[in-house]
């Protein structure tokens, strides 16, 4: 005689549903800013000062004007040791980026990656109606993604 099992029938165990990692939900929002008019010295000890390697130029309205980094601060000490100029006197708005690509904080995370793969930028900041409302960093990406591990790659 055939045992007959009495468990009844078992359904499929449900797979968490996998909700898409929003840029928004991992962008940093407490960001050092600088304004044009700072000196590019005081930037410097920001910059050193908080273990950062750049950050957003903003107005007095909080809208992006253009990005310093590291980079723009050696390529000023450079120029002014060549041409044998004071380094004191010059300000941000001369060696800040404003060619300045931004990223949309409803992007899902993995599109934000290929855009950081392309780009070869280390940082995006996000607007909100022309205002900076956050920065997404590549560190950043490595954290949603880490998070997202366990789920089904979507």
Not at 27 to 36: A, Q, Y
Not at 57 to 84: A, F, M, Q, T, W
Request: charged share 30%.
């Amino acid at each position: 005689m055939p045992i007959k099992s009495f468990q009844g029938k078992r359904s499929q165990p449900k797979k968490d549903e996998l909700k898409p990692a929003l840029v928004s939900e991992y962008m940093s929002k407490k960001l050092i800013t600088f304004r044009p008019e700072q000196p590019i010295s005081e930037v410097m000890e920001v910059l050193i000062k908080n273990k950062i390697s750049g950050g957003p130029v903003v107005n007095e309205h909080n809208e992006l004007l253009g990005i310093i980094s590291e980079g723009d601060c050696i390529k000023h000490i450079s120029d002014s040791r060549y041409y044998n100029m004071p380094a004191e006197n010059d300000t941000v708005e001369k060696h800040m980026k404003t060619d300045v690509e931004t990223i949309d904080g409803n992007l899902n995370i993995f599109d934000a990656a290929k855009q950081f793969v392309h780009s070869k930028r280390r940082r995006f900041p996000i607007l909100d109606k022309g205002k900076l409302v956050g920065q997404i960093s590549q560190k950043d990406i490595l954290i949603a993604a880490l998070q997202q591990k366990s789920h089904n790659w979507k």
